[in-house]
């Protein structure tokens, strides 16, 4: 388990996962976070804030398909944890198409006079899609680097992908936190399988 990533950037990880459950949590089942969204989403937010979560998300693709080129090259060790923490990002993706249709929970602008676009009522809005993508990138990325300071500016990135979706009023601040659970856990979860069936089916096995 020491090997899957750096002790380093296991404190940035649980903090926003610690950051997400208390976000669903406290107070249920969300009054804070209606709170936090209308705040964060009101007629004073930055104009044009809805660009702002699809170009940090293209340049979190573009990173983690570099994290993940440099890896299958560079680390051939870390290619099966890699690869199985990509098709975990695909899973906490499709689970949470899944959820929102289950769920059926209106957008903020949906429901309140907001500027800027809105998708139309029936692109419901729990969990946060944007965010879920966003945080897997994050746990690609800090699988392949290994690296705390790359660890901390993805999730930095992620962050703002989760705040401009909340600024524009297409999720609320729990939307955004379930996402970012869903985005992280599933493919950690995927990993450390992985990552424990082969180290108990190779004791010799090495850092990388």
Not at 24 to 45: E, N
Not at 176 to 197: E, K, N, R, Y
Request: charge should be positive.
């Amino acid at each position: 388990m020491k090997t899957l990533i750096a002790r380093e950037q296991r404190f940035p990880l649980a903090v926003f996962i610690l950051l997400g459950a208390v976000l669903l949590t406290v107070p249920f089942p969300g009054s804070l976070s209606v709170v936090l969204t209308r705040f964060l989403s009101s007629p004073a937010s930055i104009p044009g804030v809805e660009l702002l979560s699809e170009g940090i998300l293209l340049m979190l693709a573009a990173a983690t398909v570099t994290a993940i080129t440099f890896t299958w090259r560079s680390h051939p060790s870390r290619r099966l944890t890699v690869g199985t923490g990509a098709v975990g990002v695909v899973l906490a993706y499709l689970l949470s198409e899944n959820m929102k249709l289950l769920i059926a929970q209106p957008r903020p602008c949906q429901l309140w006079s907001l500027p800027g676009e809105c998708p139309p009522y029936g692109d419901w809005s729990l969990p946060s899609n944007h965010a879920a993508l966003a945080f897997g990138a994050v746990w690609i990325i800090a699988l392949a680097t290994r690296g705390a300071g790359i660890t901390w500016l993805a999730l930095s990135a992620a962050a703002l992908v989760a705040l401009g979706r909340i600024m524009q009023g297409a999720h609320y601040a729990h939307d955004v936190a379930l996402g970012a659970i869903l985005g992280l856990a599933i493919p950690a979860v995927l990993s450390f399988l992985v990552q424990t069936v082969r180290t108990k089916h190779t004791p010799a096995t090495r850092n990388s």
